[in-house]
């Protein structure tokens, strides 16, 4: 079964500074779709940024990146100029032709000014 | 505004009642989730739907229900036979399903407290 671990629970960042969250995840699937997402203080999920497997590009959304290593099964997200509202928990989710999406645990982010 | 309702933001219910939340989209999604979140863990998938008048289960389905009987409305009940109902839950809807790669848009969910 597919399996997403994110292991760190917590994490904290300076404004300003840059961050990365761990996700890794279990597929025996060459085809599938990655996602962060993003659930601040309100709880409304959020979509951070969304990779398509059979691209060799990382995807980028402004300050958010990601380094996809398919091989190594590793999807982590990279916040570059950390600002106060990102803190939030983020999670990360596979999905394949399975018609659901999997969830991780979840990393929570501190921003400290 | 287009976007994911549900109601009501936050719900009590005493034991042995059955409950239900609302969940509508205007997005003119074709596919529905619903997820429940508990501390410490990820979204778990409850029910999902592909298309009216069917939906299927998802990993922890027991002691729920739903009904879809208009695309943009995805009403969950918690019955009585749900033991731990105390969560968050939250809906999802997707252009088509998960397994194609469409992107789940989340509403703002319920929080729902047995008392």
């Known amino acids: 079964a597919q399996t997403v671990t994110q292991s760190q629970p917590e994490m904290s960042v300076q404004e300003a500074e840059t961050v990365t969250l761990s996700c890794t995840y279990d597929?025996?699937?060459?085809?599938?779709?990655l996602f962060w997402y993003k659930q601040p203080p309100s709880r409304q999920m959020i979509l951070v940024i969304r990779q398509e497997a059979y691209k060799q590009q990382n995807a980028t959304e402004n300050r958010f990146s990601v380094n996809f290593q398919k091989a190594a099964k590793s999807f982590s997200l990279k916040i570059s100029d950390s600002q106060l509202g990102d803190a939030a928990m983020y999670f990360c989710?596979?999905?394949?032709?399975?018609?659901?999406?999997?969830f991780g645990t979840g990393t929570r982010l501190q921003v400290f000014p | 505004d287009g976007g994911i309702t549900q109601s009501p933001k936050y719900l009590f219910r005493k034991e042995g009642q059955n409950v239900t939340l609302s969940c509508e989209q205007n997005l003119n999604h074709d596919a529905m989730y619903w997820y429940r979140q508990d501390p410490g863990q990820g979204l778990r998938l409850i029910y999902y739907?592909?298309?009216?008048?069917?939906?299927q289960k998802g990993d922890i389905a027991e002691g729920y229900s739903v009904s879809r009987e208009k695309k943009e409305s995805f009403p969950l009940t918690v019955t009585s036979a749900q033991k731990n109902p105390t969560a968050f839950y939250l809906c999802?809807?997707?252009?088509?399903?998960?397994?194609?790669?469409?992107?789940?848009?989340f509403g703002p969910g319920t929080r729902l407290t047995v008392l």
């Open positions: 989710a596979y999905t394949s032709y399975t018609d659901k999406l999997i």
């Open positions: 597929t025996s699937e060459s085809d599938y779709y």
């Open positions: 739907s592909q298309i009216v008048n069917d939906f």
């Open positions: 999802a809807s997707s252009l088509g399903l998960a397994g194609v790669g469409d992107t789940q848009y």
